[in-house]
């Protein structure tokens, strides 16, 4: 906040976006509006096939209703404004709605970080512990898996708010992005920013490093107790069973690790846009079609809900 003798004034941000190509505002907004279009239905689409479908009733299927709830949820935090300002002139965003963008988006992409490394530790258990799966996976494992997930992205967002709102602002400043992001956001305060800033870098890197060594570490035991199976058939369906989620976690954290975790000084602004549309935009488009092309229940489940749709209509 900002004040002003007896007054306090609530600031006001300027989301600049893509506003720097104004030739390109127009097909800019349909590429994206396809995309969260697609985002929509994928993950929606997602968790009704497994809820219908009585052979996804499974811990890895639990799992990924979850990650595209999270996804649909996320998208749905960013793109609607995004698709706005690419079509409106006023591309200002209230304090208040820039913070709570902030704190929601924080929620969700700290949420699916660990959700992904709950998703590593299925297949672990199922490969290098399989006489003890039902035992270990047990009901009451996953839904403390998933509800930590919730919970350290909830604790994660609220104390980063919590620091940006202790910060004081200027009556205008103007954002260099699409999104209200923490890095963003400091750099406009009017305070010194150096506490809030290391704070972040802190929880960026033990979310990251923490989440990446569960995921690393369930994926090499994975890769040994595979390479010493006999059977050449068993060792493929066991890779071709990983593929899906592993393509996943190579997008994901492969983008956030460019963004974060390897400052560069040089990177121009157009290079972290396009970054930040990538883990915001894309990838939870991506998610859902990762995990559908791969699966033959899932094509299945989608084919006869298009064909029973057909047949509705036609009668």
């Not at 004034?9 to 994206?32: N, R």
């Not at 990650?67 to 200002?92: H, M």
């Not at 290079?271 to 791969?294: D, E, G, H, Q």
Request: glycine share 4%; aromatic share 12%; hydrophobic share 50%.
């Amino acid at each position: 906040m900002l004040s002003k003798g007896n007054q306090s004034i609530i600031p006001t941000f300027i989301l600049l976006g893509f506003s720097e190509y104004p030739e390109l505002q127009i097909p800019l907004f349909l590429v994206f509006l396809s995309t969260y279009t697609v985002t929509v239905v994928g993950n929606l689409g997602m968790i009704i096939i497994i809820k219908i479908n009585p052979k996804l009733h499974t811990i890895m299927y639990f799992f990924l209703s979850h990650l595209s709830f999270v996804d649909f949820c996320y998208s749905t935090i960013v793109t609607p404004k995004l698709l706005e300002n690419l079509i409106a002139e006023d591309r200002t965003i209230p304090f208040s709605g820039c913070i709570l963008q902030f704190c929601f988006a924080c929620i969700f992409a700290v949420t699916e970080t660990f959700m992904l490394a709950a998703m590593a530790y299925d297949p672990f258990v199922a490969v290098c512990n399989p006489l003890l799966y039902t035992t270990i996976m047990s009901q009451k494992l996953c839904v403390l898996l998933v509800a930590g997930s919730y919970s350290w992205g909830i604790v994660c967002a609220l104390t980063l708010t919590y620091f940006l709102l202790a910060l004081s602002y200027c009556e205008s400043s103007i954002i260099n992005n699409f999104i209200c992001d923490y890095s963003v956001i400091v750099s406009v305060s009017c305070s010194d920013p150096h506490i809030s800033q290391m704070l972040c870098f802190i929880i960026a890197i033990f979310n990251e490093g923490s989440s990446l060594m569960i995921i690393l570490l369930s994926y090499i035991l994975i890769f040994i107790t595979v390479m010493r199976m006999p059977s050449a058939s068993g060792r493929q369906k066991t890779f071709s069973t990983c593929a899906s989620h592993l393509t996943a976690i190579t997008i994901f954290h492969g983008t956030i690790l460019f963004l974060y975790c390897i400052p560069n000084p040089k990177t121009s602004w157009l290079i972290v846009k396009v970054a930040s549309v990538f883990y915001t935009v894309v990838i939870p488009m991506l998610n859902p079609l990762i995990y559908s092309l791969r699966n033959k229940d899932v094509k299945d489940t989608f084919r006869k809900l298009v064909v029973t749709k057909l047949l509705c209509h036609s009668i």
